[in-house]
């Protein structure tokens, strides 16, 4: 008889934790004294929904309620299931709860899911038939109808440090049972970071590009690591000093005209590894801050490659981002509302609450109107309001531009 063959399992899903003292990582979210972490270890887990970035912790989290709860716990993929497969489990749901047992459903990336499919979840949500855990990458706040997100907890997960990383690898080279301990895998400490680095905040993706390796050669070299991810590695610590030093160079690159040395910077970052909407992020303020009311198209460029980068991401995005920097480099610069508000914003500090002058008070009641709110307004589109004071008494004819 043909001995079939185990399907394989990723060494990310092997190294899944069984309890909270193995994750890493997510420390406000389930830390000592935390509120997520008391839920889970007392079996007392509410509807939630978990919202970050990949390989952060949610499917993770997920698996560790699995294993904690007493209850009924099911999974669902929002990318292959629809209503039979929900109809199925609520089902399931009601006859759990006729004999007391809760049912825990885990509906990974949940804003695949349409309002259709979201709404037949809702009433058994609502009445406790079904805890509801979904994980999304996503805003839920767009992606998940308002009616489920009233019902459920929202928990942030962020990037994880690749400190967190370092130690996921760490543990994975280690463990005898489940991950490469029994390999004899030789790896540094150098090589350790490297890993973690390039992982862009993404467990998964640290011990996916540890595995691989591991598969090629039992020892790790830095062009091992660079051959299995095809890119080269670029000095650029994302939570370090070198990550401060270069999109300065960036902004102020762009500050001074120079298109070149702005394509350069950009390039140094994009390919370093950084998250493209984070500098995304730093050309819609630059495009206010630097360029202002000399052209305001460049706010209006900078969002739309704002939003290029959330559908695109890498590597589709680099070329907006390219054509965004160098129209900022290029772009007349003007300070004066960055200038000003910084100006204005001295004076609510120094000065504090100044009484809004009378004449330009809304006055909406007879109460107000008796006492003088919006008397002796001038209408501008109708009237002469060149004499017109618009600033507190305190502070009137003072200039911020």
């Not at 499919?117 to 855990?133: A, F």
């Not at 360029?291 to 706010?299: D, K, R």
Request: proline fraction near 4%; charged fraction near 30%; aromatic fraction near 6%.
């Amino acid at each position: 008889m043909i001995k079939t063959q185990e399907p394989y399992t990723p060494l990310a899903d092997k190294m899944r934790p069984d309890s909270l003292e193995d994750f890493f990582g997510q420390e406000e979210l389930v830390g000592k004294s935390s509120y997520l972490k008391g839920a889970i270890e007392t079996d007392q887990v509410p509807s939630m929904i978990f919202w970050g970035p990949p390989g952060s912790g949610k499917t993770t989290l997920a698996s560790i309620v699995a294993k904690k709860t007493d209850s009924d716990f099911l999974q669902l993929s929002a990318v292959t299931s629809g209503v039979k497969e929900i109809r199925s489990i609520i089902d399931r749901a009601k006859e759990n709860k006729k004999i007391g047992r809760k049912t825990v459903l885990f509906v990974d990336e949940i804003h695949r899911w349409n309002k259709s499919q979201q709404d037949t979840l809702l009433p058994h949500v609502e009445q406790g038939v079904i805890i509801l855990i979904g994980a999304t990458t996503e805003n839920p706040s767009f992606e998940v109808i308002s009616a489920l997100l009233s019902r459920a907890r929202v928990f942030v997960l962020h990037k994880l440090s690749a400190g967190d990383i370092e130690k996921i690898i760490q543990r994975s080279l280690k463990d005898k049972e489940k991950g490469l301990g029994k390999e004899n895998i030789k790896i540094n400490e150098k090589i350790t970071k490297l890993i973690a680095q390039l992982s862009n905040g993404d467990a998964r993706a640290a011990l996916n590009t540890l595995e691989s390796c591991a598969n090629q050669n039992k020892k790790i070299t830095e062009e091992l690591v660079k051959k299995v991810l095809q890119k080269s590695h670029l000095f650029y610590d994302k939570g370090g000093e070198e990550h401060y030093n270069i999109i300065s160079a960036l902004h102020k690159s762009m500050r001074g005209g120079d298109a070149n040395a702005s394509l350069y910077w950009l390039a140094r970052m994009l390919e370093g590894g950084e998250d493209p909407i984070y500098v995304a992020r730093r050309l819609v303020r630059f495009a206010s801050e630097d360029i202002g009311l000399a052209n305001n198209t460049a706010l209006i460029l900078a969002n739309a490659v704002f939003d290029a980068c959330q559908k695109l991401g890498m590597p589709e995005c680099n070329v907006h981002l390219a054509q965004c920097v160098i129209y900022l480099a290029k772009s007349k610069k003007d300070i004066s509302a960055y200038q000003g508000y910084h100006e204005a914003k001295k004076d609510v500090e120094k000065l504090g609450n100044l009484p809004v002058p009378l004449h330009i008070r809304n006055a909406p009641t007879k109460l107000m109107k008796d006492l003088k709110y919006g008397k002796d307004y001038k209408y501008t589109p109708k009237e002469d309001s060149s004499e017109q004071e618009y600033l507190p008494e305190e502070i009137k004819n003072k200039k911020y531009i």
